[in-house]
């Protein structure tokens, strides 16, 4: 219960913090400057950038009020814990595309293609048996979660994408995502992809990574084209 006494003991203070505040204020001059005094955020109730008389009545009106207070080093790490928790949930997505110069013959004295800004081609030297390949590197710890590839085909004969992972201590390998098309309907210009992709947490401390391209008819494969080849992952 609020009595007279502690009405007259609020209007006292108050009055004193007004006194004490026109005396402690920060005052401009006229050319921007401002006095030394340290500006404190946490005191600042309406947080206009001034404590003021405004931020002072707030105060006072809040006299004698009781509760819990707020333990800010708490409340900063619970925070910190919230952000942490969203960016799990929503894992950060990362790209690595292999352009028309990333690519390399298995038999380079068997092998004849071209390379040109838009796309990688391989010409009628090149063996079926023989593909092309890409390294490519991968951050460790990464997941895989699709592996796209643009082609063209300006005949009817199929072209095969697919990303490899090496083991080099036992000299093999294993498939993780493959992409297959025949050509039917050309010329096209086509994007497929492959989501259902097996082995696909990155473990660059045991293996080694790879595209590699098989362009079925070596005669007239000069018709086919690797565009690009994109692999998204989670990290």
Known sequence: MVTKKDMAVAILATLCLTSTLFMAVPIKSQDGTISSNEYDPWIDTNDDGIIDIFDIAKL???FGAEGEPINKTALLLDLLARVEALEQQSPRRGYISISPAGWQPCKVQSADYSTEINWFKATSKVEESSPFYA??????????VNFTAILYFGSYYPLQVSLHRNNPSDITHSNMAYIFDTGL?????????????DYAQVDNSRYSYLVEAYFANPLLSDDLAICSVIIEYTY
């Open 60 to 62: 006072a009106l809040a």
């Open 135 to 144: 390294q490519v590197q991968l951050p460790h710890g990464a997941t895989i």
């Open 185 to 197: 309907g050309w010329p096209k210009h086509v994007t497929l992809f492959d989501d259902t992709i």
